[in-house]
Structure formats: structure tokens, C-alpha cells
């Protein structure tokens, strides 16, 4: 490439050598920096610019810097060190301990205390109850003066038989009697049922079950009758013959309670033993027999008991 001497003319840019050339506007690329003396530009005449810049205030003597506390809240500027540079912060501090006191005294509790402010005490809530013992009603003050709520211990119904003891609280008072007829009253619960128990024990507890048919015409060895099966079948029947021959009064209900078969003792108490041979009857009702003659009657008779355990 030529050597060119470039030349610069306001914002224009030029070649020296080429009179043809365009020159080149550089007023784009300029910026114009303005200051009342803040700013201080100083050309060397070789094309080296020096750029001074002072602070707004054109001061550089006030630049803060170096600040510390020392243990009295007293905070200290030492950068610069001139006079007044210190200011005492301890009267801003606060307190912010909070004293609570126990005093027991009547209804208060404890006293909560901070420095500035009124003290709070802390008061327990004051409840009243209370007993007529005559009436055995229950009385209760609430601790805001509102009316006074109460329970009754016992009903004022006119055919209640609870009554108030002497200390206020329900009693019933029970009649002696005598459960099983043996000529001494019964005082306790306890005595009651265990009398109750030997009442229930005697006859009330035994009943016959129903009427069943054995065909006899025949000799037969090992026989077996379900005497709880048939005693269930008849009292509450679900199929036939049963349920053919079954009749109640009116309003009855449609079965006759039956007992569990785990709940009965089962006896034979006789039988005619020209008929019937090796005769037995187990735990669940079942009997078991042998036929060796036949009635000369057609009929031959078995009692049969069963008893409530």
C-alpha cells in the first residue's frame, strides 16, 4: 500500500495524498464532556490527552472511610480524624428484658414487667362449684359475673327412685327381698344373683320336648334319633310334615323359642325295654337304640327330658 498522510478537519477525516478521496465523518464517534471546571482535558501537543475529573463538590478532602465502635456505643470516624467525628449511640439502645414475677397473691398468678411499660398481671380465672347437699344439685359460677349454671344430680320426676344421700350425691335405695324363697332376705346384688341362680336351677329350667314317632315294626340293631333335630323341627318348623300341621293362636308368633343344642343337658328317663335295647343319648341330643320286639299294641312309650344348662 502507498503511504498516506491523514488529516483531520472538524469531524472530518481525510487523506492528504488523494485530493479525490472522500473524506470520512467522524462525528458519530464523538462525545462532548461538560463540566464547570469538574473536568479538566490537557493536550501534550503529541496526540496524548490527559483527563482530570474532580468530584461534584470539587472537594477530595471529604471521603468518609474507616468507621468503628467501641464497647460504649460510641461510633468513631477516623478517616479523615477531625473534630466531631464521633457520635455517642448508646440512648438509642433498648431493653428488651421482660420480667415475669410470681406472686401467688389471691387470683393473680404472675406479673409480666418490661422497662417503658405498665406491668401486666396475669390473673387465674375464678371458678365456683358448688353442692346442695340436700337437693344434690350442682351449682356453677362463671368467672365473668354471667348467671350461674346448675346440673341436677337427681330428677324431680315424680316416679324416680333415686334419692339424695347425705352427702349430696344419688342413691338408690334398693328393698330387701328374698330371691328363692328360702326365708332370708337377699341385701346385696351379689347375693341376689347367686340366689337367682339356684331358682333358675329347679324346674323352670326343665321341659319335656315334643312327641316324636319310632317305627318299631321291625327289629333293628344301632338305630339312631336325633331327639334336639326333631325338638327344633317341631317348635320351629320349616318344612313339611311340620309345616302342615303347625297352628298357633292369633298374634302368636310364627315359631316357639328354641335353645341352642349346645345349651341342654338331654335324658332318657325311661323306656320299655321289651322293645327298646342298649339305649343311649349323647351330648348333641342324639339317641341311639336297638329294636328287639315289637309292641303288641303298636305303641311303646320313652320319656325324654331336656334341662336348660
Known amino acids: 500500500t502507498d503511504s498516506q498522510d491523514l488529516s483531520l478537519s472538524g469531524d472530518d477525516l481525510s487523506l492528504s495524498g488523494d485530493p479525490t478521496a472522500t473524506p470520512i465523518d467522524l462525528s458519530g464517534y464523538t462525545e462532548t464532556v461538560a463540566g464547570a471546571n469538574d473536568i479538566t482535558v490537557t493536550d501534550d501537543g503529541n496526540g496524548n490527552y490527559t483527563v482530570d475529573y474532580v468530584d461534584g463538590d470539587k472537594s477530595s478532602t471529604n471521603e468518609?472511610?474507616?468507621l468503628s465502635l467501641d464497647g460504649?456505643?460510641?461510633l468513631t470516624l477516623s478517616n479523615p480524624a477531625t473534630g466531631g467525628n464521633s457520635v455517642d449511640l448508646s440512648g438509642l439502645l433498648?431493653?428488651?428484658?421482660v420480667s415475669i414475677t410470681n406472686t401467688v397473691t389471691g387470683n393473680r398468678i404472675a406479673t409480666i414487667s418490661e422497662p417503658g411499660i405498665t406491668s401486666v398481671d396475669i390473673n387465674e380465672?375464678?371458678?365456683?362449684?358448688?353442692?346442695?347437699?340436700?337437693?344434690?344439685?350442682?351449682?356453677y359460677v362463671d368467672e365473668d359475673g354471667g348467671t350461674p349454671a346448675t346440673a341436677n344430680v337427681v330428677s324431680s320426676d315424680a316416679n324416680n327412685e333415686l334419692s339424695v344421700?347425705?352427702?349430696?350425691?344419688a342413691s338408690f335405695e334398693m328393698t330387701n327381698i328374698d330371691v328363692d324363697g328360702d326365708g332370708t332376705t337377699e341385701d346385696t346384688v351379689d347375693s341376689a344373683m347367686a340366689d337367682i341362680t339356684k331358682v333358675t336351677a329347679k324346674s323352670a329350667r326343665i321341659f319335656y320336648p315334643?312327641?316324636?314317632?319310632?317305627?318299631?315294626?321291625?327289629?333293628?340293631?344301632?338305630a339312631n334319633k336325633d331327639l334336639y333335630q326333631e325338638y327344633v323341627n317341631q317348635y320351629a318348623p320349616t318344612a313339611p310334615p311340620y309345616t302342615n300341621t303347625f297352628v298357633s293362636s292369633t298374634g302368636a308368633p310364627g315359631a316357639i323359642p328354641t335353645y341352642n343344642r349346645a345349651d341342654l343337658y338331654y335324658y332318657i328317663t325311661y323306656y320299655d325295654d321289651t322293645i327298646f335295647d342298649n339305649v343311649s343319648i349323647d351330648a348333641n341330643g342324639v339317641m341311639t337304640y336297638d329294636i328287639i320286639g315289637q309292641p303288641a299294641d303298636y305303641n311303646a312309650l320313652i320319656n325324654v327330658v331336656f334341662v336348660v344348662k
Open 64 to 66: 468518609l472511610s474507616d
Open 72 to 74: 460504649s456505643n460510641v
Open 94 to 97: 433498648d431493653d428488651d428484658d
Open 125 to 139: 380465672t375464678v371458678t365456683s362449684l358448688s353442692q346442695n347437699t340436700s337437693t344434690g344439685v350442682i351449682t
Open 165 to 169: 344421700g347425705a352427702d349430696g350425691g
Open 210 to 222: 315334643p312327641s316324636i314317632a319310632i317305627d318299631a315294626s321291625t327289629n333293628v340293631i344301632g
